[in-house]
């Protein structure tokens, strides 16, 4: 049996040079050295705030940007190296994108059996039976077949889109899922089961699953593992639970306590905003002057040390 991980990165860096109005063109690292594996059946969660690089790191995996340095590899191969049509090809069934808009990926319109029909096509060639390959399409995601075949993306819930577009990534035969911010624009009583229903495809299908996302909470519902960015690098990481209940960067610190019911008194609660930004610019500000490198705290569980115990 193989022991190579799924996806794996390997010090994967990016940076963008901005167009230089003045006499010198700037460049922003928006990746740093990110290193990490996901295996099969498991869900890795990237949290951090907005300019963190988490899209550019998605992006990349997804083929869609290439890296500066670094590696990407899936089941061990560089992917920067598949040149053949056919194993990039291979690459874009195996790899798919979910996006937070759950309207975005939709063609208004076609109905929810096109949207089905034509990856189905595409990926199962002897396929002799579409109508009961849709119906099981939409029964794996807990769709009701007979009532949401013939619907327009319009007469769907957020959360039914959502399912539509997890539907259409297994229909292509996804082995890894990677999901920006699935779930953050959904009321949140259909949050919940829309957790519930990405926990079970990775554990019933083996999929994989990437999560992007701003929020803690979310990651905490949703991965085996937490990796937190900060200005393009991960600066924690671990097994989620680890991570949550022993959280050791100052940022992975600020953003647990931001959740609401982490025992702040409502007085503190009307400054949070205010107060939060002000310290993650003390993080950003110890971390530059500082840098740390990556180091097992306990076995697993990584991070980059700030120079200042006083963030
Ligand atoms: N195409 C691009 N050109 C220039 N800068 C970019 C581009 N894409 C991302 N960036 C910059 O890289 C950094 C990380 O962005 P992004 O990956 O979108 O973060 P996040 O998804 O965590 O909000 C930001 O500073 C952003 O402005
Ligand atoms: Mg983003």
Not at 66 to 86: C, M, P, V, W, Y
Not at 188 to 207: F, N, P, Q, T, Y
């Amino acid at each position: 049996m193989s022991t190579l991980p799924l996806l794996e990165l390997d010090r994967a860096s990016r940076s963008f040079r901005l167009a230089a109005l003045f006499a010198r063109a700037r460049a922003v690292d928006a990746l740093r050295d990110v290193s990490f594996r996901l295996e099969a059946g498991k869900a890795l969660a990237l949290v951090g705030e907005s300019g963190s690089g988490k899209t550019t790191c998605a992006r990349a995996i997804a083929g869609m940007i290439d890296l500066t340095a670094g590696q990407i590899r899936f089941r061990g191969e560089n992917i920067a190296e598949h040149r053949s049509r056919k194993a990039q090809r291979d690459y874009a069934h195996a790899v798919q994108m979910v996006f937070q808009d759950p309207f975005s990926a939709l063609n208004p319109t076609h109905t929810v059996r096109h949207h089905l029909a034509r990856p189905l096509k595409l990926h199962r060639q002897a396929l002799n039976d579409l109508d009961e390959a849709i119906r099981q399409a939409l029964a794996a995601v807990e769709l009701d077949p007979e009532t949401t075949t013939g619907k327009y993306p319009h007469e769907l819930s957020g959360g039914e889109l959502q399912r539509v577009n997890l539907a259409r990534a297994l229909a292509v035969g996804a082995e890894l899922v990677i999901a920006d911010e699935p779930t953050s624009m959904l009321d949140v009583s259909i949050r919940r089961s829309v957790i519930d229903l990405i926990r079970r495809l990775k554990a019933e299908r083996g999929v994989a699953f990437l999560i992007i996302t701003h929020d803690i909470a979310t990651a905490s519902h949703l991965a085996d593992d937490i990796a937190i960015m900060f200005a393009g690098q991960i600066v924690e990481q671990g097994p989620a639970e680890e991570v949550i209940c022993a959280p050791q960067h100052p940022y992975t610190k600020l953003l647990l306590a931001a959740l609401p019911g982490s025992g702040r008194s409502r007085d503190k609660e009307r400054d949070s905003g205010e107060d939060f930004s002000a310290h993650a610019e003390a993080i950003r500000a110890a971390t530059r002057e500082s840098p740390a490198p990556l180091t097992e705290w306990r076995p697993g569980h990584l991070v980059r040390r700030v120079g200042r115990d006083t963030i």
